[in-house]
């Protein structure tokens, strides 16, 4: 179906947020498209307006102070991620996950930002930002707000984000600099697709958490996990947070045993 929208692209985060004032579900931003083009064609929105944030000069920065910690811009790609010197240095679990999103070609264009507005429950970033305790930084005409990746997720594709605003960047702070984990996810091809579970495990030092997709209305992490706990303790310990569903990709049985299984070789490999 042929869908007419108005495109705009502004030149400062000011006229940004001008156009997006009124909050009115008839616009939409803007990143890589590689969800909303998709929903836009489905039927799922009807935007308007398409609002372009690519324009505006800084969005697609990484910076990252030894003091500060990491920010992302919101029109940085997951390829970026995947080639960021520093970040490949200090936060690998954020590679380990971005590697497993999606093929070369949508990862070119898939910002980090979209993917976690996107909210969808099968999100690859999710579970290496909830684990490393990200922050959604937000911004409207009313002001700056910043909301904890964890409380950001309220349901499935639903977040906290209100229409008339927008994600500036996410920041992970310095203390999680040198975290050492690994995600890894099932998918039911060798190909890309999307997760059948999704299993990060990482080790914060005062203990472990673990973040996991595609097993619950949103991603989810466990609290922090003592390092001296047994396996069975570390499996009960996420079957807490995972409130998995049978659906086409399989049954939630078999979700419920993988996430199990790959939170014990994922334990094994990265806390033992
Ligand atoms: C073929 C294919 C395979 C895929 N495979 C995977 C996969 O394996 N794993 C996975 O996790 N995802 C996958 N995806 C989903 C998708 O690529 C990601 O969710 C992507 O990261 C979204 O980023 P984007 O820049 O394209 O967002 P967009 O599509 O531009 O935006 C997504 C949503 O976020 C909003 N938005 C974007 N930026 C901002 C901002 N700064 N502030 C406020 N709102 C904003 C948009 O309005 C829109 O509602 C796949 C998609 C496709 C098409």
């Not at 939409?28 to 909303?36: E, I, M, S, V």
């Not at 679990?93 to 979209?114: H, K, P």
């Amino acid at each position: 179906m042929l869908v007419t929208f108005s495109y705009k692209a502004p030149q400062s985060r000011e006229q940004l947020l001008d156009m997006i004032a009124t909050g009115e579900s008839d616009s939409k931003l803007l990143a890589g498209g590689t969800d909303l083009l998709v929903n836009i064609r489905n039927g799922v929105y009807r935007p308007k307006m398409v609002v372009d944030l690519k324009k505006i000069p800084g969005v697609d920065a990484i910076t990252w102070d030894k003091k500060t910690g990491l920010k992302i811009g919101p029109a940085v790609t997951i390829n970026e991620i995947l080639t960021d010197a520093n970040i490949r240095q200090h936060y690998p679990l954020l590679c380990s996950c971005a590697r497993d999103l999606a093929s070369f070609q949508i990862r070119n264009r898939a910002t980090v930002v979209g993917n976690i507005v996107n909210a969808s429950p099968c999100s690859d970033m999710a579970p290496a930002l909830l684990c490393l305790d990200a922050t959604v930084l937000i911004e409207s005409k009313q002001g700056k707000r910043e909301v904890p990746i964890a409380e950001f997720f309220t349901g499935v594709k639903r977040t906290a984000l209100k229409p008339n605003e927008m994600v500036t960047s996410l920041h992970i702070p310095a203390d999680k600099a040198g975290v050492r984990g690994v995600y890894r996810k099932l998918k039911r091809i060798q190909g890309h697709d999307l997760g059948i579970v999704g299993v990060a495990v990482a080790n914060v030092g005062k203990g472990a958490r673990i973040g996991v997709s595609s097993s619950a209305p949103t991603p989810v992490v466990t609290p922090l996990l003592p390092l001296s706990l047994s396996l069975p303790e570390v499996i009960e310990a996420v079957n807490v947070i995972i409130h998995p569903i049978s659906d086409v990709r399989c049954s939630k049985e078999y979700r419920t045993f993988m996430v199990g299984e790959y939170t014990k070789r994922l334990w094994k490999e990265v806390i033992s």
